[in-house]
DNA sequence: TTTAATGCAAAAGATTTGCAACATG
DNA sequence: CATGTTGCAAATCTTTTGCATTAAA
């Protein structure tokens, strides 16, 4: 298993390498590459921990007084529409509620959202790595399985 | 693999089976049974599509007019801190983006919604159930592995 | 009858939008 | 220079809270 180091020269390399592919990208669509935009892609691309919009705007604040909470909302959905980055959870709309506490797992439609919960044996007992225990106590596990349902295809 | 059904005799029995392990924790738990939260039970416990607050609150209202959307708000957490749903996505609070692009997965603290990628071969190459055809296309699949961080334990 | 839950309305947060000033290509 | 982007403030939308009234045990 490999973990993701936090710190280190991984770090600093993959962070360098997501600024450029970011930058190239949004030069090629046409986007305009603006002082804001870039010192935002930096935060980012450094940032290890997913964060949210907030966090992004306190960060890059820092660096950028003047830079506005609604500029980053604004990047970030620009990054997402790119496809550069993705969002956790299964949409951008509100929290949703799962009435099943079976082991069970997940497949989301990446277009309108439907979760529909499925059971299987063979991934309920996939064998996790060992290295997991040094992130912490591990309590269950379940697959995500993404894709476009049949209404959407 | 055992997909649940959607419809059927299947999902009503699953559905009066949540119905009655829930209002006997409510009772247990020595809170009050009233009218409202019965119909909201009634409504989340037939519902296989992961509903958020607003569509529970929609459905519950056509059966009682008077109903206030504070109130599913409060049923809804009563379930969850009773330990008898779950949310999806990592944490109730806002949205949260991420940087990775490459396949991977995650490790979520349930305590303080830290997300951790990690990287596996075994994983990343599990077969998945030839039944997933009938849902839609897949995309993509990932691990979301829960459990308690070093620093929350 | 005692205690907790409800509905309402207001508050608090989170996110988006209209628009004039400004910066980029 | 033309156009897209920014910052601000206001508008929306979502979720929570205080409190008097009502209902459950």
Redesign the pocket.
Known sequence: MILNSQDGPGRDERAERRLTQWTEAV?AS????????LEIFRELAANQDHP???TVFRAVRVR?P??????V???L??LHELGLITTLGPR????RFDVNLERHHHFVCVRCGLVRDFESDALTELPLPDGLTELGEVLDARVEVRGVCGACR
């Open positions: 030069k046409g986007v305009k590459l603006t002082h804001q935009r949210d919009v907030e950028v003047t830079v506005s909470l609604d500029t909302y604004r990047t959905w620009l951008r709309d509100g929290i």
